[in-house]
């Protein structure tokens, strides 16, 4: 385990990374944190010589820090609550590329991980990447029968690397939270346990293999967005190889009105294809940012880049799915009943005080084009509402508001007249006419008794195994906990030691605030 000590070096690398870009002023002006912490980062800007006034360069601070921060901070992008408007916005050009591995590497990596030369592997591989990223770089190759692929390698160490960051966001986010009002309620902890689940699922190719076929799976009946196939058999934990797609990215929108496409048809196919994977089959790709999309000939949206994935159980996608039906229709009753039903919202509130901060914030937004609004406004007033109403932050959902932000940005750019709301609600009304009808509740409920039924004879042999009929072995008492040599025991002598660890943690707090005010946690 990583000793306290530790962790504060790493964090103190950290916050002088950030004071030097400006990153940690936005905390003397934060009213939610400590007067003290608001003192002591201002002395610590001091002794970097870095001055309040400029501009405050969050995105270079987390390229400077490394690659786990690159990719938190992208997570952090559309979390205007935690960071900022200001640092969400800047965050926004947060790019996740770095100087790619030299060939000769990446040709240990894969020889290594499949265990023979690389030629017995494809018939050629080109050695300049396509794409270099902070977990992988892609490189273009061709198979021993002739398919074109791309194959991605992840970075040597870069497992490490990982694991040595997230130790140390994990112990920072424990003393965050342990103080207690705002940050508590932010739940730090939980975030930074989802964000290590999502990188621990990028570090494992096959992973995102088996990710890009379930999803191929569930969008197979959709016209018009498809998956690309992967090569099973030249893929493992540190190389995934999945078919080259020649199109043309969806950001290159010149290229697209050369190709003759629809501009206006793809955003739609977009948008529904991505409400497709989020209500109906509660798994969706959530990292469709413009470099992940590309669009083929006949106008097939093609998506790739599976290392990140959400998924929504049917409840709260049957919630979801009513929130943004009553958001389109203007509905802010039922959407704030669904809130206390969910239980994201604290039953010591009133539902009808809540519906009508509702109102204040999506009336602006109901039938005006995307152009015409600003989604970092509509985000802060619904983050106010949150806190206003004690709602703690849902991190299962949070994917889904990031992708959701993407999908938009994306379709505006293609269509700045779309209507996200227009063009969501025949999808979803349909979806709830399907889920929530009374059909659907009568198949629910005969599908729900059935099962208990047939439950019914495990119950019961569980009740005799914990009740058995009396002349059996008696239960045995309760036994004391007696601690064990090989624990770890503070030794006579060494009482100060709880007193560094206490101030370790007071520090380790203090720095954590900082980082989640700034934009590196949340």
């Known amino acids: 385990?990583?000793?306290?000590?530790?962790?504060?070096?790493?964090?103190?690398?950290?916050?002088?990374?950030?004071?030097?870009?400006?990153?940690?002023?936005?905390?003397?002006?934060?009213?939610?944190?400590?007067?003290?912490?608001?003192?002591?980062?201002?002395?610590?800007r001091l002794?970097?010589?870095?001055?309040?006034?400029?501009?405050?360069?969050?995105?270079?601070?987390?390229?400077?820090?490394?690659?786990?921060?690159?990719?938190?901070?992208?997570s952090l992008a559309t979390r205007p609550d935690l960071v900022g408007e200001e640092a969400a916005h800047n965050l926004l050009s947060l790019q996740d590329n770095l100087p790619p591995v030299p060939f000769d590497k990446i040709r240990e990596q894969i020889e290594a991980s499949f265990e023979q030369p690389l030629e017995t592997?494809?018939?050629?591989?080109?050695?300049?990447?396509?794409?270099?990223?902070?977990?992988?770089?892609?490189?273009?190759?061709v198979t021993k029968d002739g398919r074109k692929v791309a194959i991605k390698v992840l970075r040597p160490g870069i497992r490490q690397k990982f694991a040595r960051d997230i130790q140390t966001y994990e112990w920072a986010a424990a003393h965050v939270e342990a103080m207690g009002g705002e940050a508590s309620r932010l739940r730090p902890r939980l975030t930074i346990a989802n964000f290590k689940r999502w990188s621990n699922s990028e570090l494992d190719l096959r992973r995102e293999a088996a990710s890009a076929s379930e999803l191929a799976e569930q969008m197979a009946g959709v016209t018009g967005y498809r998956i690309p196939e992967i090569d099973w058999d030249r893929t493992n934990g540190r190389v995934l190889t999945i078919e080259w797609i020649d199109g043309v990215k969806i950001s290159n929108t010149e290229a697209l009105i050369e190709r003759g496409h629809d501009l206006p048809a793809?955003?739609?196919?977009?948008?529904?294809?991505?409400?497709?994977?989020?209500?109906?089959?509660?798994?969706f790709h959530a990292d469709m940012h413009q470099g992940n999309l590309f669009v083929e000939d006949d106008g097939t949206i093609v998506a790739i880049d599976f290392g990140i994935m959400g998924r929504i159980d049917r409840r709260a996608r049957q919630w979801l799915a009513e929130i943004l039906y009553g958001l389109t229709t203007g509905n802010y009753q039922r959407v704030a009943e669904i809130h206390f039903e969910a239980q994201y919202v604290p039953s010591y509130h009133s539902v009808g005080e809540f519906a009508t901060a509702l109102r204040a914030v999506g009336e602006p937004m109901r039938g005006k084009p995307v152009k015409e609004l600003s989604v970092g406004q509509m985000l802060d007033g619904l983050f106010a509402i949150t806190r206003d109403f004690d709602m703690q932050t849902q991190p299962h959902l949070l994917l889904l508001q990031k992708t959701m932000v993407m999908v938009e940005g994306i379709a505006t750019q293609l269509n700045p007249d779309i209507n996200m709301w227009d063009t969501a609600a025949p999808y979803v009304r349909s979806w709830i006419r399907d889920e929530l009808g009374p059909e659907a509740a009568l198949a629910d409920r005969l599908k729900e008794d059935t099962e208990t039924l047939l439950r019914l004879p495990g119950l019961i042999r569980r009740l005799e195994e914990k009740f058995p009929p009396k002349g059996g072995a008696p239960e045995p008492p309760p036994l004391p906990e007696i601690p064990l040599l090989t624990e770890r025991r503070p030794r006579e002598g060494q009482g100060g030691s709880l007193l560094g660890y206490l101030f370790a943690g007071a520090v380790g707090?203090?720095?954590?605030?900082?980082l989640v005010a700034s934009g590196l946690l949340g």
């Open 1 to 44: 385990m990583t000793a306290p000590a530790i962790h504060l070096l790493r964090l103190a690398n950290w916050g002088t990374t950030l004071a030097r870009r400006r990153a940690l002023v936005g905390i003397e002006e934060d009213p939610n944190a400590p007067s003290a912490l608001r003192r002591l980062v201002k002395l610590a």
């Open 47 to 74: 002794a970097t010589f870095t001055g309040a006034k400029g501009p405050r360069d969050y995105a270079g601070a987390f390229r400077a820090i490394g690659p786990a921060a690159i990719k938190l901070g992208q």
């Open 121 to 141: 592997l494809f018939a050629e591989i080109d050695p300049v990447p396509v794409g270099a990223a902070s977990i992988a770089q892609v490189h273009k190759g």
């Open 266 to 283: 793809i955003a739609e196919k977009l948008v529904i294809s991505f409400l497709t994977q989020a209500i109906s089959a509660g798994f």
């Open 509 to 514: 707090a203090g720095a954590m605030w900082g």
